[in-house]
């Protein structure tokens, strides 16, 4: 189904009521020293229950600046973010971020204890109860036999796994992770897509995934939101729950990979790409 959308709103209208994460005409700036800079620019999309939702965008489009925004750590100057039709003004243990950086666990703390630590931190569970959480997404992740190792002795690809299971215990109501795995080799970093896949298949959370690979989005993502350069504004909205990592190197995917790029960057021949794209469903911002 093709359907041209007007302004910047491109998700279904009919999600409005089911949407779990809604961000409406919402605009981010920065300031420099120099001056005041707008990251984003009226963007608008939903996320509904178990969405694997993709920001995807060239560097400086304000994809990375939406998240945190949805994380709750930056006011729009513009619009406003709701969550299960709440508004977002603070952060909150029901939006846990993976950032890139996998130096975040503190060193001092075991493998368990860093998992456990933000629920006791946040005050969700204690003692017994966290310990048995975390040890329960340990074995989710793959790393149960870690639980006692302290992060210095850990792979980028296990730390990276670390932080995924310390979101995942908090149960949030969306995990929103900013380019966890652009830190990786290309080998580990297929293999965190593999296992990241494979946890949503069994978990189903709700993922708010940022990156600027488009094979990446096409992997991970059943929806990605084309960001346009600086300032960020909605290109497009792309379904893509067809593929999956075994689609790499087929002559389907690597033809989406092309034209989602034609999308992203070759702004005057937006209107008529529409004509020429096969995606499961896709929406154009005009």
């Not at 992203?264 to 794209?277: I, Q, S």
Request: proline share 5%; hydrophobic share 45%.
């Amino acid at each position: 189904m093709n359907a041209p959308l007007q302004d910047y709103t491109v998700s279904k209208s009919i999600a409005s009521a089911q949407a779990l994460l809604s961000v409406d005409n919402v605009s981010l700036e920065y300031r420099t020293p120099q001056r005041v800079v707008r990251a984003t620019h009226q963007v608008s999309f939903e996320i509904d229950p178990a969405d694997r939702f993709v920001l995807l965008g060239p560097s400086g489009c304000g994809k990375s600046t939406l998240l945190k925004a949805a994380a709750g750590f930056i006011q729009p100057v513009e619009g406003e973010i709701r969550l299960q039709g709440q508004r977002v003004d603070a952060p909150g243990p029901d939006r846990i971020v993976v950032f890139q950086e996998f130096d975040q666990l503190p060193p001092w703390k075991t493998v368990k204890q860093n998992v456990m630590f933000p629920l006791l931190a946040s005050k969700t569970l204690k003692g017994r109860e966290a310990e048995e959480r975390a040890l329960h997404y340990l074995e989710k992740v793959g790393l149960a036999a870690f639980a006692d190792a302290y992060p210095h002795t850990l792979s980028g690809g296990m730390k990276a796994r670390v932080a995924i299971a310390r979101a995942l215990a908090m149960q949030p109501k969306i995990l929103l992770m900013d380019e966890p795995f652009a830190a990786l080799d290309a080998l580990t970093r297929r293999k965190m897509q593999e296992e990241l896949l494979l946890l949503w298949e069994e978990v189903r959370f709700t993922l708010l995934f940022v990156t600027h690979s488009i094979e990446e989005a096409l992997v991970v993502g059943n929806r990605i939101l084309l960001l346009s350069p600086h300032p960020g504004r909605v290109r497009a909205e792309v379904h893509s729950h067809q593929y999956d990592l075994h689609s790499l190197g087929g002559v389907a995917f690597q033809e989406s990979a092309r034209r989602i790029h034609r999308l992203l960057f070759d702004e005057g021949d937006a209107a008529n790409a529409e004509h020429e794209l096969d995606f499961a469903d896709i929406r154009i911002a005009y």
